[in-house]
Every structure is written in structure tokens, then in C-alpha cells.
T-cell receptor
Framework: GAGVSQSPSNKVTEKGKDVELRCDPI?????LYWYRQSLGQGLEFLIY????????KSGLPSDRFSAERTGGSVSTLTIQRTQQEDSAVYLC?????????????FGPGTRLTVT | KQEVTQIPAALSVPEGENLVLNCSFT??????LQWFRQDPGKGLTSLLL?????REQTSGRLNASLDKSSGRSTLYIAASQPGDSATYLC???????????FGAGTRLFVKA
């Protein structure tokens, strides 16, 4: 079946502009996660959504970052007033309770470049 | 605050060697531990997931172990192949099962 999809695959924006990154999780997956991977670094947790519970936003680096998940499916990560340090690959993952654990499945990522 | 460390940061081995990648974490109150593979410019592929109550998981030439009390996991790759060349990431989920912290990865190169 279809995996996690993200759009756009690449985004170049000017410093100070707002950007929106989209994630379509695997159908039926109840949990959705956003991560950031800067050049040569590991993944940095940003936020997760699980069902109807309040999202865990503890990883968002500043109040310029926000995320929404509409209808328990598609999610949008918004970065306002982008800065050069926001340049990174933004990865989305989704998971489903398997009866014993939540295994995460990742999308291909959106490469964001702030000039 | 959970911290995940992977050693070594990079590894180059000849084809056919057996090898071990190490992962350590500071907070033993985890829900599960997952090993991923990342190819350049690509997303992550899940390799093995070990629940906190388990000691090991195996898939083909891969075997992952977990010692939760000591905060350690190892990924054993048997009879390495050039196609195994990639970055291997270790990730632990907190006791709630969702918030996941990743290590910086081990970059593996298997020479033909």
C-alpha cells in the first residue's frame, strides 16, 4: 500500500518568508510525527500527534514553528519568518498500534533551503 | 532528558566481515528501541524494533539486542555486503511510546 508522502520534496525560500510543509500519513495510522535533520546531524524530534490527544510540542525549537493535523490524517508544519538556521530536511513519520508497539514509518522528507 | 549516543560514528569494513554497532541511552524508562537504516538523500527504513520487555530481535542477517537496565543496544550485522553501506540510526521512545529520540548515527561503508 501507499507509504507516508511529503510535499514538496524541495523548497527554497527567502529569509523572512513563511513556509508550509505537508505530510500524508499511511491510511489508518493514528500517530504522526515530525522531525528535523540538519546537515550531517541525527534526527531532532519536533512534535507528535496521537489520535485526539493534545499534541506533544516539546521539541518545537521556537514559537515560529507550529503544526496542525486535520481530521486525524494530513498534517502541516508551518515555519514563520524563516531563518537560515531552519535549513534542514524535515521528515514525517506515522505509526499504528500493532498490539505490542508503535513502529514508525517515514516519508522521504522535504529539503528546506532558506537563502 | 534522554540522550542517545552511537559508537562508532563511522566504520569501514571489507565485505564479509561481521560487525557490531553500539547504541547507548541515558534514561532506561523507554517503551521501545528501533534501529533504522538511512541511505543518502533518502528517508528512513525500519530494520528492527525491540520492545522494552524484549532482549533481542532478529531479521535475516541482522540481530539487535537490548539491555534496558544498562541503557545499551547493539546491532549485529553478519556477513556484511556492499549493499549494507548506509547510515544506521538508533532511536528510543519514551515510556509513553511516542516521543522518540535519535542517536547521531553510524555511517557504515562495506568495501567490495
Amino acid at each position: 500500500g501507499a507509504g507516508v508522502s511529503q510535499s514538496p520534496s524541495n523548497k527554497v525560500t527567502e529569509k523572512g518568508k513563511d513556509v508550509e510543509l505537508r505530510c500524508d500519513p499511511i491510511s489508518g495510522h493514528t500517530a504522526l510525527y515530525w522531525y528535523r535533520q540538519s546537515l550531517g546531524q541525527g534526527l531532532e524530534f519536533l512534535i507528535y500527534f496521537q489520535g485526539n490527544s493534545a499534541p506533544d510540542k516539546s521539541g518545537l525549537p521556537s514559537d515560529r514553528f507550529s503544526a496542525e493535523r486535520t481530521g486525524g490524517s494530513v498534517s502541516t508544519l508551518t515555519i514563520q519568518r524563516t531563518q537560515q538556521e531552519d535549513s534542514a530536511v524535515y521528515l514525517c513519520a506515522s505509526s499504528l498500534w500493532t498490539g505490542s508497539s508503535y513502529e514508525q514509518y517515514f516519508g522521504p522528507g522535504t529539503r528546506l533551503t532558506v537563502t | 532528558k534522554q540522550e542517545v549516543t552511537q559508537i562508532p560514528a563511522a566504520l569501514s569494513v571489507p565485505e564479509g566481515e561481521n560487525l557490531v554497532l553500539n547504541c547507548s541511552f541515558t534514561d532506561s524508562a523507554i517503551y521501545n528501541l528501533q534501529w533504522f537504516r538511512q541511505d543518502p538523500g533518502k528517508g528512513l527504513t525500519s530494520l528492527l524494533l525491540i520492545q522494552s520487555s524484549q532482549r533481542e530481535q532478529t531479521s535475516g542477517r541482522l540481530n539487535a539486542s537490548l539491555d534496558k537496565s544498562s541503557g545499551r543496544s547493539t546491532l549485529y550485522i553478519a556477513a556484511s555486503q556492499p549493499g549494507d553501506s548506509a547510515t544506521y540510526l538508533c532511536a528510543v521512545s519514551d515510556s509513553g511510546g511516542f516521543k522518540t529520540i535519535f542517536g547521531a548515527g553510524t555511517r557504515l561503508f562495506v568495501k567490495a
